[in-house]
């Protein structure tokens, strides 16, 4: 062990790769000397030896029996590895952060794992634009400490890039990302954003149709249900096989979509009924919470159509027509809705009656125009953006050859030049997938 310490250290930034080919084949005895690994990690600096430190703590992960001083030695190097050589062993990387969040997840270290992967995060990928499988590791542990607030500063910074040989990340990666992306969102209610996480991974190339998006697609009908009062269908970018199968594996929330989305308001029986007919399949899943919500969003779209017929009601009239148990309900119900400015009304508890108004909205408050103006420069930001990303595609050897009809090495055979480098971030998100 002291041949690899010695190793490690004295190989220079030029010499990474030669580095990790000779670790690569003295991997598995390395593995079977736990303690001097141990030994060989407390001997080395994190901002220097990053990649060999890597192999080490690799191997430290799949002793059968994980040393209890692992996670102080992952955390030690999150906080303080070398960006750069990191990414040089990033698939082993990523396995130590795997086996890092997993413990610290059967073991309820959420906070602990949270706060060292976040910092691992930051310093590891190569700009605030990359997705990394770090990403998802977080948002798992979010969701098991109900921290959405932790998740939701993650998932609000927007990614333009993905980079596999920099990050190590896969398929699943991605698709973990906007899955518990969208759950974090749903935690939060913020519901058009969650459904927007969903058609993302729903849009994911694919071959074959995996556990994942099968539970992303359960869980984007009954967000679209909140979002939209109905189910909108797959996205239309979605591949063959999700669009061929999903249906027949999701049967029940589609019967439940299907009957909810009538848009009839003397179906409310029909969606109780459905509901209830379904609702084992909706625990089992763990989606009752939600499916919940969408029959409380039901009972509030009923008496928004409501207020668009008549000016005046009764509690209890209203209470039949959208599904409420009685006036009591309906009054509590009502005062929600006014509280947040979803409707316009007037509850006289004396008579048991509600008036409806119209509803006013002036948009001249100083909040308004705070709003306006960021969401303004937001969306010129953005729009910048994708222009240079139109840019970079279209100036890509990849674009331009298939363009042309022709084999991307063909293509750069007969154009080398200062263009042929341009492109990278989306040229490879266009490559992985190829």
């Known amino acids: 062990m002291d041949q690899v310490v010695s190793l490690i250290r004295d190989t220079k930034e030029a010499d990474l790769d030669t580095l990790k080919k000779t670790l690569e084949s003295v991997l598995e005895k390395i593995r079977g000397n736990t303690h001097g690994v141990t030994n060989a990690l407390g001997q080395l600096d994190p901002s220097k030896h990053s990649m060999g430190m890597v192999y080490l703590l690799y191997a430290k992960s799949q002793s059968r029996d994980v040393d209890p001083s692992f996670l102080n030695n992952v955390?030690?190097?999150?906080?303080?590895?070398?960006?750069?050589?990191?990414?040089?062993?990033?698939?082993?990387?990523?396995?130590?952060?795997?086996?890092?969040?997993?413990?610290?997840?059967?073991?309820?270290?959420?906070?602990?794992?949270?706060?060292a992967l976040t910092t691992g995060l930051q310093r590891f990928r190569p700009s605030n634009d990359f997705l990394t499988p770090l990403h998802a590791d977080v948002l798992c542990l979010c969701l098991k400490a109900k921290n959405y607030k932790a998740g939701f500063n993650l998932i609000e910074n927007k990614i333009f890039d993905i980079d596999?040989?920099?990050?190590?990340?896969?398929?699943?990666?991605?698709?973990?990302?906007?899955?518990?992306?969208?759950?974090?969102?749903i935690g939060l209610k913020h519901y058009q954003k969650a459904l927007g996480f969903f058609e993302t991974a729903l849009t994911v190339p694919a071959f074959a149709l995996n556990a994942i998006?099968?539970?992303v697609y359960k869980k984007y009908m009954l967000v679209s249900l909140l979002v939209h009062g109905k189910h909108t269908g797959l996205p239309k970018h979605a591949m063959n096989i999700v669009q061929k199968h999903m249906k027949t594996l999701c049967s029940q929330y589609y019967e439940f979509a299907t009957v909810f989305g009538s848009g009839n308001i003397d179906n409310v029986d029909k969606v109780k009924k459905s509901f209830e007919d379904n609702e084992e399949t909706f625990k089992s899943d763990n989606n009752l919470g939600l499916a919940r919500q969408c029959m409380q969003a039901l009972a509030k779209?009923?008496?928004?159509?409501?207020?668009?017929?008549?000016?005046?009601?009764?509690?209890?009239?209203?209470?039949?027509?959208?599904?409420?148990?009685?006036?009591?309900?309906?009054?509590?119900?009502?005062?929600?809705?006014?509280?947040?400015?979803?409707?316009?009304?007037?509850?006289?508890?004396?008579?048991?009656?509600?008036?409806?108004g119209e509803e006013v909205q002036a948009f001249d408050s100083p909040q308004t125009s705070v709003i306006l103006e960021t969401r303004i420069d937001q969306s010129i930001s953005l729009a910048n953006r994708l222009k240079n990303i139109d840019e970079d595609?279209?100036?890509?050897?990849?674009?331009?050859?298939?363009?042309?009809?022709?084999?991307?090495?063909?293509?750069?055979?007969?154009?080398?030049?200062?263009?042929?480098?341009?492109?990278?971030?989306?040229?490879r998100m266009f490559e992985y997938f190829r």
């Open 301 to 356: 779209r009923n008496i928004q159509k409501l207020t668009a017929t008549y000016m005046t009601l009764s509690l209890a009239d209203i209470a039949k027509n959208a599904g409420l148990n009685n006036a009591a309900a309906t009054e509590k119900v009502l005062l929600r809705m006014i509280e947040n400015g979803e409707i316009n009304a007037v509850i006289d508890q004396k008579g048991g009656m509600v008036s409806f």
């Open 164 to 185: 596999p040989n920099a990050t190590g990340l896969t398929p699943k990666d991605m698709l973990l990302y906007f899955y518990y992306g969208g759950m974090i969102y």
């Open 213 to 215: 998006m099968v539970e």
């Open 393 to 427: 595609i279209t100036s890509s050897n990849n674009y331009i050859a298939r363009q042309l009809g022709v084999r991307e090495e063909a293509y750069s055979d007969f154009e080398r030049g200062p263009s042929s480098n341009r492109g990278g971030g989306i040229r």
């Open 75 to 115: 955390e030690f190097f999150l906080a303080n590895l070398h960006g750069k050589h990191t990414q040089k062993a990033a698939s082993r990387f990523v396995q130590v952060c795997h086996i890092y969040t997993e413990i610290c997840r059967d073991n309820a270290l959420y906070s602990r794992g949270i706060k």
